[in-house]
């Protein structure tokens, strides 16, 4: 007897928002950056910078 088994595999995203994020507001830049500065991780601080320069 030869018995297949179909597995059904769910979809990683299944149930979750996909597509394109929401940009962060002004306000959430300067509350992060605040944050880091504060913590003093200015390489960190230095690399939000970059990607909110380059609009990442």
């Known amino acids: 007897m030869n018995i297949i088994a179909t597995?059904?595999?769910q979809p990683w995203n299944k149930g979750k928002l996909v597509?394109?994020?929401t940009?962060?507001?002004?306000r959430d830049i300067w509350?992060?950056?605040v944050r880091l500065q504060i913590a003093e991780?200015?390489?960190d601080?230095?690399?939000f910078d970059l990607a909110i320069d380059s609009k990442l």
């Open 7 to 9: 597995c059904r595999r």
């Open 19 to 21: 597509g394109q994020k």
């Open 23 to 26: 940009p962060l507001r002004l």
């Open 31 to 33: 509350a992060i950056r």
């Open 41 to 43: 991780r200015t390489r």
């Open 45 to 47: 601080l230095a690399l």
